[in-house]
Every structure is written in C-alpha cells, then in structure tokens.
C-alpha cells in the first residue's frame, strides 16, 4: 500500500513567520501535489512536481513556493505567512501524470495562522 | 477551471439510490472519483478514460460522457457507510499534468 506522511497533523503559527510543510511517500511515485482545502471549496491545486527538482504552478500557488530535492519529497513553503492562509492542506502521489492512475493523499495538516 | 458537481449536498436514508454528477467545460481525457470521511484523507474509487466507458464495483459505479464533459457517480441501495464527501477530479485532454477537482458533494446516509 502507497503511503504518503504530512510531518504534522495541526500547526500554528504567527503571522510573518516562515512556514515548512513536510511530505514524504514511499512508492517511488514521479509525481507530487500540494492541494488546499477549504469549505464549498473542494481540493485547489497550489503546486506540483513530476520529477525531482521540476515543479510547476496550479492554480492558486500565490503566496507559496516548493522544494523537491529528493524524489520521495515535496516541501510546501509559506514565505511569510498570512492569516487568509489558514487552511486544510493535502499532499498526494501518484505513479503516472495526466491524471492516468490514482491520487494517494496525506492525512493533511490543518495549518492555523494567527 | 473547476469542474462543477451537483447536488452539493444530499441526505438519504439507507438502501436508496444516489447519483452525483460532475461537469467540465473543458474537454477531458480522464474523470476521477475519490470519497472523503471526516478527518480522514481522500480515498481513491475509480478512475474513467476518454472513450465513453462505464466502470463500477460492489454497488458504485460511474459513466464517462466526453461529447458532454461530463461524468455522473451512482450509489444503489446505500449503505451508511458511504457516508463522506464526493469529489470528482478532471484531467485535461492535452497539457498539464494536473488534476483539477470539483467542490465536493456531501452525502449522508441514515439508518
């Protein structure tokens, strides 16, 4: 079975402050998501990667960055967090791109930001 | 863009029929279905391909209409534990890798 692991479950933090959300998988999956979930929202892709060291914009990366250094990893970066950032986020893996084979999801980490 | 699903919400009692439907306007190489409990993670259903096809296990199933872009998810004689959130992810025809998911619908199923 694919598992994907969030480094933290919750997670609070100031507004300003530098944020790090850690995600790791352990199927050898090329390619990588960062989602954000919000209600009457659903799932808002912000970033994802297809290969190590390549990442490319979703559709709300405004206000985030990411880092994939090694192929079982994929960093979420809030630069200097806000408050509208609040928010539900998932990572997910999966073998294939193009939507060809299923998404495997983290358990997400509710980030706060006061 | 999002693809738009309805009904967002629906409450049933067990053993009746749902169906969710899930509309893009753009043309779609791929549908996926994923149900989400709360406080748990997506989980993956089904997955359906250009090419008009139909696929299901147990009692969920699910149709493809590319001409249409769209796709409808259905649940006969529910159980009460298919209660959750249903998302419906769209994959473009050409271009991005990604994955573009639907707001949700929620379903609950009483006894």
């Known amino acids: 079975d694919v598992k994907v692991t969030q480094s933290s479950r919750y997670l609070v933090k100031r507004t300003g402050e530098k944020v790090f959300l850690e995600c790791v998988q352990d199927?050898?999956?090329?390619?990588m998501f960062w989602y954000r979930q919000d209600p009457g929202l659903g799932l808002r892709l912000i970033y994802f990667?297809?290969?190590?060291?390549?990442?490319e914009k979703g559709d709300i990366p405004e206000g985030y960055s990411v880092s994939r250094e090694k192929k079982e990893r994929f960093s979420l970066i809030l630069e200097s967090a806000s408050t509208n950032q609040t928010s539900m986020y998932l990572c997910?893996?999966?073998?294939?791109?193009?939507?060809?084979?299923?998404?495997?999801f983290g358990n997400g980490t509710r980030l706060t930001v006061t | 863009q999002q693809p738009v699903q309805s009904p967002q919400a629906v409450i049933l009692r067990e053993g009746e029929d749902a169906v969710i439907n899930c509309s893009s306007s753009k043309a779609l190489y791929s549908v996926h279905w994923y149900r989400q409990k709360h406080g748990e993670a997506p989980i993956f259903l089904m997955i359906?391909?250009?090419?008009?096809e139909q696929k299901g296990h147990d009692k969920i199933s699910a149709s493809f209409n590319e001409k249409k872009q769209q796709s409808s998810l259905y649940l006969t004689a529910s159980q009460l534990s298919y209660s959750g959130t249903y998302f419906c992810?769209?994959?473009?025809?050409?271009?991005?890798?990604?994955?573009?998911f639907g707001q949700g619908t929620r379903l609950t199923i009483n006894p």
């Open positions: 199927m050898d999956h090329e390619n």
């Open positions: 992810g769209t994959g473009p025809l050409s271009g991005a890798q990604k994955l573009v």
């Open positions: 990667s297809y290969d190590v060291k390549m990442k």
């Open positions: 997910a893996s999966s073998l294939l791109g193009g939507g060809h084979s299923p998404l495997h």
């Open positions: 359906l391909l250009k090419g008009g």
